[in-house]
């Protein structure tokens, strides 16, 4: 007979876990339901309350499609994707940390050389984009993979325009023999996640707003270190402090300097203002094991 | 600046209610958080873990349509549902429990008098169910709405038939002035919980079979009385001590009695065995506040 009273009915549902083959699996869903048990209990989770969560849970799997992730922002927006990065990119002082992915990581994208354009005709203010990669000894990393993506100045990526037929401020590039790379884009802004869905709704209940603060995000990848996923954060934008996604670390924050209106650093003449940023990443060398 | 080790990163994702206006949604919430940081914390949730975890939920909310629950079942299949029943129906001792509610009631089912036969087609052995409603004090409760349903011999119940067009093995009736009630029905027997989607898989990768033990649902109703969700299990059966959604509390199990072909409860005569079963149901008196 299953008793129902918690511990007891916890206790049953651990025990229907008893002949799971995989261990992993095991451990994984027992700290789970735990948890769950203890929170609805902690909190003597009301009838209208549970059912209000089916169906909040319900409609973020129904807002899913091949290009939105509500579960995703759902976890971002509670802290939970940037904790999973901090809990598996544990590094060294000296390495540049981790902070979460997001959704607008794009696979392929288009191949470039050192000094491109990558806006692509992405509109915002124009920005060149300068840094080193170097391992945690200061060695420079050659030909690493750099994957760099970023919004426009209305604060949506590429990807979130349906009529777009190519790629825009986003690029694949390698770092030179010195560990140097460089290109133009366009400047950072803030931006609002997707809020016209089930996680905008739950945002505004919780009186919570949906700006991130200015970010460029990275992905490098080079043979013998660790991958690093990270954003650089602009210091002068606002939301560093109430990030929607919980992502900023204060060693990911640096700098942009504006410059008027002259010569940029690619030699040619800018006649708009133009910012600047410089930023070095450190690789963490990959575990001989891996 | 948001630091993203727990429990720094915890107490951020908490400080960004501290503006909700409500609450019980605070509380709520910020409990939820404490609970699901510190699941990924304690099993060091990997980011291949993290992402199918997503997918797996994802997959839950899109199996649902205005026929499927997948989410009350996965919270069935981890005894949260019965927790939460069992959170919110603490009763006196003498009082009928509480169980879960499942996925099959229907608002509005067909209306019959006493001693009807609600089967309406639905094939399975005969079954004639007879029973009463009393108060805590053992006084009879008259005209209580009593709603019934169950599942036909193959396990489904009318609703998971597409083609069907009418309601089958399930009423609503009433309890006469002395609080008794009766109706001819069809045996419940143990049947397994749709398992061809994600809940289904998980419950497969868990080891965990899907069946749930025969049982006969009802909810009862009844001006100044606490409204009443149950089962009552039949005794014989397996998987009373393995439940697929953990709803079994002993004092639900009744016998049910077979009989071989011959004079039925109703004064008829039945060419086949069937089956009796007698219950009484103690509702517990509304406090004055309700």
Redesign the interface.
């Known amino acids: 007979?299953?008793?129902?009273?918690?511990p007891t009915?916890?206790q049953?549902?651990l025990d229907?876990?008893a002949?799971?083959?995989?261990d992993r699996?095991?451990?994984?869903?027992s700290?789970?339901?735990r948890?769950?048990?203890?929170?609805?209990?902690?909190?003597?989770?009301?009838?209208e309350?549970?059912f209000a969560g089916?169906r909040f849970?319900?409609?973020?799997?129904?807002t899913?499609d091949d290009k939105r992730?509500e579960?995703?922002l759902l976890?971002d927006t509670?802290?939970?994707?940037?904790?999973?990065?901090?809990?598996?990119n544990e590094r060294p002082p000296g390495c540049t940390?981790a902070?979460v992915f997001g959704p607008f990581f794009v696979e392929k994208a288009p191949e470039v050389a050192n000094g491109a354009d990558i806006a692509q005709g992405a509109q915002g203010e124009p920005c060149y984009v300068s840094g080193h990669v170097r391992s945690l000894d200061g060695s420079p990393i050659a030909n690493a993979q750099i994957d760099v993506w970023q919004s426009d100045e209305a604060g949506f990526y590429d990807v979130q325009y349906a009529e777009l037929d190519q790629h825009q401020a986003r690029a694949r590039l390698h770092s030179r023999a010195d560990g140097s790379f460089d290109f133009r884009s366009i400047l950072a802004v803030p931006y609002q996640i997707p809020n016209d869905g089930p996680v905008g709704k739950m945002l505004a209940?919780?009186?919570?707003h949906a700006w991130r603060p200015a970010h460029l995000h990275f992905m490098i990848v080079a043979p013998g270190y660790e991958r690093l996923i990270t954003h650089v954060f602009r210091s002068d934008g606002p939301y560093?402090?109430?990030?929607a996604v919980?992502?900023?670390?204060?060693t990911l924050?640096a700098d942009w300097l504006r410059h008027e209106a002259g010569v940029a650093p690619d030699g040619t003449r800018s006649d708009k203002p133009f910012y600047t940023l410089d930023y070095a990443f450190v690789l963490n060398p990959a575990s001989p094991a891996a």
Chains 1, 2 share one sequence.
């Open positions: 007979m299953t008793p129902t009273a918690e009915l916890t049953a549902v229907s876990f002949g799971c083959p995989g699996l095991r451990t994984v869903m700290s789970l339901v948890h769950l048990h203890a929170f609805a209990s902690e909190v003597k989770l009301s009838e309350e549970w089916i849970l319900t409609e973020v799997g129904q899913c992730q579960f995703i976890s509670l802290g939970l994707s940037m904790l999973v990065t901090a809990l598996n940390e902070t209940n919780l009186a919570r560093l402090d109430s990030d919980f992502g900023v670390r204060p924050v």
